[in-house]
């Protein structure tokens, strides 16, 4: 009997989990019951039109993750519920827009989701209201640490929410979004954080945005916005900033990573509330005693090594005006 949990591993090895916040441009969350296969797509209670269309999604390359929720395993009914999460196309953004669908039955949610894909006006079906959507994976069958990490979470997490009267907060059961060694883990909407390793107090923090934000260091797996190689320096610019951070946005303007992966640069423009703006340079250096080797998954045969970076400096330009910038440097020294 296998008796190895990948959670364990990573708590064991102390990993730096930052870096692993995955890059999607649209999520597509489809309410479905327990049972999950393995495979989500192969799931007992999904309709076989929608198990056709996501496979010819995932055959056509197109950035789109789908995955399963549920709020309630012994949900039955015919009524579903479909989220789409799309990132913002403009060039600041700090997350993703939301359409909400509900449906009567469950094969008609193949449909819906296909005219979203095609590109028709869904418009009237975007939510501007601010209802959060935290998905924590519960995903046994896919791995056995999100069944024994993230099921008690869950249930501590809905408990935490309704204890804190957040009407505007849904917390759902969601299959396989990657990053099994860190369970409990969990994706953030409409901003599209991750995060992993959680416990009672960090949810708590996350969910105010309270407290110390350094705290954040172990339960934070990057912005999925971002690529994963320097979601490091987003970590930093958080920190810098503290809990305002979540309300600025950012424009991607450029990487350059050497042949070993051992230097990158790369650049960000910021934008606050208030307008004003500046740009960030950010350089990112492999970071040999973090890198480590470990298996990925409950189930894998072998170790992989996990490149971990740190900071080794970041510049920031302000822009006071058009006309004037004004430098600032921010040194960023090595953890020892």
Known sequence: MNTF?????????NEDIIGSGTNYSIYVLIECPYPWDYNASESRYLPENLDILMR???????????LLITQNQNQRQN?????IYEKEQSSFINGYKKYEFDVDHPEKMAPVIQKYLAGDNLDIN????????????????????CAKYGNPFYMQAKKTISELGLKNTRIWKASHFGGH?????????????YYGLLNGESFKSILLRTGNIKLLGGVYRGWGILPTCIQALER??????????FDYKINFLDID???????????????KPDGSRYTCEGRLVKDKSKTIQLKGSCDATNSYEFIKYYVSHINFTIERKITEKVLVNYPQKKAS
């Open 5 to 13: 949990f990948c959670a364990d591993a990573c708590r064991q090895a």
């Open 56 to 66: 010819e999604v995932s055959k056509s390359k197109l950035s789109v993750r789908f």
């Open 79 to 83: 009524n579903r519920k479909i989220l």
């Open 126 to 145: 975007i939510q501007e209201n601010q209802i959060r959507d935290m998905l924590v994976c519960t995903h046994g069958s896919h791995d056995k640490c």
């Open 181 to 193: 060694r860190f369970a409990p883990t969990m994706i953030d909407f409409p901003d599209g954080r």
């Open 236 to 245: 930093e610019l958080m920190f810098h900033h503290g809990w305002e951070w």
């Open 257 to 271: 990573i050497n042949s070993d992966r051992t230097l990158i640069q790369t650049q960000l423009a910021v934008v």
